[in-house]
């Protein structure tokens, strides 16, 4: 779980927060655990 603390998140000057892009390791734990990916408001998720 503690490679999922790696994922990046960016604050834009407009005060929203994106992530971004999940590793293989990150997308495996997701996958393993079934986590839902989160949705940045007016991102593409």
Avoid: H, Y
Wanted: proline residues 4%.
């Amino acid at each position: 779980m503690l490679e999922l603390e790696r994922w990046r998140k960016v604050a834009l000057a407009d005060g929203r927060v994106m992530t971004a892009e999940m590793t293989g390791r990150q997308r495996g734990i997701q996958d393993a655990f079934n986590l839902m990916c989160p949705i940045s408001p007016g991102g593409a998720g």
